[in-house]
């Protein structure tokens, strides 16, 4: 559901939102509480994941719907403190309309590292994903996280949190979390292949170009281009 125009029913969008958390749990993306989803219903609307609950147990009912200004509409729980990064990226880029944050272990390891993920191995990353940048620290739950992602959010298609986590987002909540899967699978084998083999073979600027062109044929427009080492060396 790619359509700004569409957008999924109250009923669906909770019902999403529960399955997106028992696939981050069961992926070990998230541990205990942490966590938040999010899909917009209406130009001025979202639903999102309440704090304090984990994203492995979630049913409909605990979902909490709130406008783009952060006020609650409706709802007996209370909205995760960090649900003000995921207004940012809705305030900012008005196509997105689902945003998922998570703790996935190797992204994360990146994320502590300061290491973001932009090398050219992985075709499908490129397309999908994209350049994933490091934003810079700030104290999870308040103003500093918006403001330290909002630079990326038209530019980019997820971020990783230093010494945080990770935050993705898309056209509709599964391409969301899609990215997020990439991401991990992304992350994962940059660390296998830089840290254990110790090699990696990166595509080339033309291998690259031709990837960003099927990227730009599905609609996507952001993600930037990623620069081999050999490139960056001159």
């Not at 669906?12 to 917009?40: F, L, Q, T």
């Not at 290491?115 to 490091?134: C, K, M, R, T, Y």
């Amino acid at each position: 559901m790619h359509d700004n125009k569409q957008y999924y029913s109250d009923l669906e969008a909770r019902a999403m939102i529960c399955e997106i958390g028992r696939r981050m749990y069961n992926r070990n993306y998230v541990a205990a509480n942490d966590g938040n989803i999010s899909v917009k219903v209406s130009p001025n609307e979202i639903w999102t994941t309440p704090t304090g609950v984990s994203k492995g147990f979630m049913t409909p009912e605990m979902m909490v719907k709130m406008d783009l200004s952060g006020n609650v509409l409706s709802g007996k729980l209370q909205p995760s403190s960090e649900v003000k990064m995921h207004l940012r990226v809705y305030n900012e880029n008005s196509e997105v309309h689902g945003v998922v944050h998570a703790h996935p272990q190797v992204a994360t390891s990146f994320a502590v590292a300061g290491i973001s993920l932009d090398q050219p191995v992985l075709p499908e990353a490129i397309v999908l994903l994209g350049n994933v940048p490091v934003a810079p620290y700030a104290l999870p739950g308040t103003q500093e996280v918006p403001d330290s992602i909002a630079p990326y959010c038209k530019t980019h298609n997820a971020v990783l949190l230093a010494n945080h986590g990770a935050l993705t987002w898309g056209r509709d909540l599964m391409e969301a979390y899609f990215r997020m899967e990439s991401l991990e699978h992304c992350a994962s084998i940059l660390m296998y292949s830089n840290h254990i083999l110790k090699k990696s073979n990166e595509l080339n600027s033309s291998q690259v170009a031709d990837l960003i062109k099927i990227r730009e044929s599905m609609g996507v427009k952001a993600g930037g281009v990623p620069i081999s080492e050999a490139e960056r060396k001159g």
